[in-house]
């Protein structure tokens, strides 16, 4: 027999539905708009500057981003041709390799990131009070544990 939700639960779902479809295209037309940036191009940014030497193995990458390795591949082709990263041969592993960020990539989000944090802010941070804001990073983290959880055991 199925456990259907209650209205108050629908309720939530719904709600939980519509604000992650919404806050992401929100943040990304904001992004895009003030430095040409795609979430996923400034997340991998992020990614690289917080690196030791600014760099990471591709398949550790792909990981960090939840992205594959292809579509990963395809990205960071995209943003090597831009001038954000490089690719550097792995000197243990003929066919691993890592993803590098350049100068150019590292300046394009100090000059992106006030901007995009103020979007953060404006459309999640600043909406909730901090105790809401608390609560939803604790919901949050569980269910992300959970999903986690389950891709490990696949």
Known sequence: MTNWLSHEQQEVWRAWLSATSLLPDQLGRDLQRDS???IPDYEILV???????QKIRMSDLAERTLSSRSRLSHQIDRMEKSGFVVREEC??????SFAVLTAEGKKLLVS???AHVESVRRHLVDVLTPEEFESLGNACTKVSNHLKSLTLNN
């Open 36 to 38: 040409g940036l795609t």
């Open 47 to 53: 990614k690289l500057s917080e690196a030791t030497d």
């Open 91 to 96: 000197p243990d592993d003929r066919r691993g």
């Open 112 to 114: 992106a990131a006030p």
